[in-house]
């Protein structure tokens, strides 16, 4: 017979792992210094708003995405109703100066705290709200990483 996943298991490697993927390298999947924000801060705001195909996105239309994503999903694990979206909108973003690039970036890092703080202080996990929201939080932002990374080739 299987034993459940004590709470405090899963959080802790879901925490981990959120770590490596926003700030701190650790060897878990990301080679060093590659993490979103350690990425994010090697960018200027013109680098950022370099479209990378004609009608792609910009590396700083992906982070305004991730920070609506963010947001969206950690009021899901808090079982909050969103109400209609408009995920168009999240990507409204194309060109930055400096002052827009620090600002879009601050709202990714605070989006990430508030979603680290809902993840420590959840009691219960029960499923597709919780669980599987913060998965798709992990896998959302791992996808993002990489494109980005990616788009690095292409806007340097």
Known sequence: ?????????FRKELLDVLDETFENTQGIYLDRNTSLFETLA???????????????????????????????????????????????????????DAEAWAATVERLRVAHQRTLSVIRNQEVWEGEDDIGA?????????????????????VR
Not at 1 to 9: A, I, L, R
Not at 142 to 147: F, I, K, P, Q, T
Request: proline share 6%.
């Open 1 to 9: 017979m299987s034993q459940p996943v004590p709470v405090d298991v």
């Open 42 to 96: 090697t960018l200027s705001p013109e680098q950022a708003s370099r479209a990378i195909a004609p009608s792609g996105a910009t590396i700083a239309g992906h982070v305004e995405h991730m920070c609506f994503y963010l947001d969206v999903l950690t009021r899901c694990i808090e079982r909050v109703p969103s109400g209609k979206l408009n995920w168009q909108d999240s990507w409204k973003v194309t060109g930055v």
């Open 134 to 154: 913060s998965l798709a939080i992990l896998a959302h932002t791992a996808s993002h990483l990489g494109a980005i990374r990616q788009a690095l080739h292409l």
